[in-house]
């Protein structure tokens, strides 16, 4: 008895978790979009570069919330030395090992941008993904804020060169140092406290979302949401809560009331008045207010820095309607040293739960002082900014301003007769050499069918038929399959679409590109 052969089991097709493919339309929208970021890039005088995707975990640094282990928030591997490498978190880390590695050939002030890929090891969930896209402008070894200011600028410079118009978007700025000091204040600082710290900017950094009364729960011991879920609290006490709760609220700006700020579209006084509260219509009444409330001499500095900033942004034009400072804004990063700042759109959108709520932020940034002195031993002071490209796609395909990239599909040479596969390649490249998409069908030929149902589903503008008798007279024939598809649709029976051979006209070989170059264009016209 012969013994049977097992059948290779076949591999299960699944797409990891937390990772997305691309399609040909996503890629030329997000190339579209980033072209017009790197214009206003350039025009502000920065230089893309390019870091590689591994770096050497010991490189990247400690700066996610996560626990002690070398794989834990990135993901991680050895190389045949042993040494750890881990597939970067973000574009900041990297250029500060670029800086560092290259700093006696690069000219500081360095000012660059990049755009890549970046990684989370991290639990995946609807919207946030383990692989996404950041496009970064940073400059590094200027100390002044008026590179932080600069920053701002720019990235409302960017959300308009998008489209995206005042009042459905603010750049939203505070100071790490700000929040030091109220973390001092209640018994927070040290490397004892690091993690606790931590949790308390998180909660903070929900305001928009809970509001006080939910960041009150947060901040002590938890808060339960509508569904009963329960998020336990950081745990200060009511003395700690209080501290926090007055900081936050001391500063009441168009930047925390931004959704207000757009309803009520700002005037040139100074300050108006909403449900009881004052609002202030200019940067630096916001940094004042702060001051009256400001925690210890190093907020002290850190609002100095503020004014600096306010001072600059109101110099060039830049109110609050466009960037506002706001102390809730707080940045997830450890290695953040001073101001910080965030992208928000103010629009509305419905969530995953079917709620209506503001889409939010689409990019971030901040100082980060410390990153190249890990390196260097020197301080290199930097600055940065960075957008979350797909969301910022997202964003502008709920405003209707996602271009189309207005590639079509290749014109499409079908096969009539396998003889004459040298003369239909010639016509393809006629086409091509014309800067014309165009392909052969690769296909089976017998059936001429199947060839224009290829073309139906790929989208192709226009067939070219050749056969025998046409070859012979030196004709081919056109099919507008755009306008074929509109003539087919108003035909009622095979028969008479058969007769009327919609959108299909018969012309000279050698005017092939002519005329295909006319079809091409009246198609466009409409």
Known sequence: MSKKKNKPQKLKARLPRGFVDRNAQDIRAANAMMAKIAEVYERYGFDPVETPMFEYTDCLGKFLPDSDRPNEGVF???????????????LTA????????NINEIQLPYRTYRAGYVFRNEKPGPGRFRQFMQFDADTVGAPGVQADAEMCMMMADVMEALGIKRGDYVIRVNNRKVLDGVMEAIGLGGDENAEKRLNVLRSIDKLDKFGIEGIRELLGEGRKDESGDFTPGVGLDNRQIDVVLKYLTSGVSGATTTSVQSECM??????????????????????????????????????TEL?????????????????????????GLEYYTG????????????????????????????????????????????????IGVSRLMTALK??????????R???LVTVMDRDALGTYQGFVQKLREAGIRAEMYQGNPNKFGKQLQYADRRGSPIAIIQGSDERANGKLQLKDLIEGRKQAEAIASNE??????????ETEESDLVAEVSKLLEAQKQG
């Not at 004052?278 to 702060?290: D, G, I």
């Not at 995953?352 to 939010?360: P, R």
């Open 307 to 331: 004014e600096t900033i306010s001072t600059l942004l109101d110099a060039a034009g830049y109110g609050t309607q466009r960037v506002s400072i706001d102390p809730s804004v707080v940045r």
């Open 398 to 407: 709920n405003l209707g301003k996602l271009e189309d990239s207005g590639v």
């Open 339 to 386: 101001p910080v700042f965030e992208a928000e759109l103010l629009f509305d959108v419905t969530n995953e739960k079917g709620e209506v709520v503001q889409f939010g932020s689409v990019g971030g940034g901040g100082r980060y002082d410390g990153l190249v002195k890990r390196f260097t031993g020197q301080d290199v002071p930097a600055t940065g900014f960075s």
């Open 266 to 303: 700002l005037s040139d006084d100074s300050t108006y008045v909403m449900e009881g509260e004052t609002y202030f219509n200019s940067n630096s009444l916001t940094v004042q207010a702060l001051q009256r409330s400001s925690v210890g001499e190093i907020a002290k500095e850190a609002l």
């Open 496 to 505: 008479e679409w058969r007769e009327s051979r919609p959108g299909q006209f």
């Open 76 to 90: 991680s591997l050895t190389d045949d030395d042993d040494q750890w490498m881990s597939l970067r978190y973000d």
């Open 94 to 101: 990297p250029l500060a090992r670029h800086v560092a590695e």
């Open 409 to 411: 599909a290749p014109v």
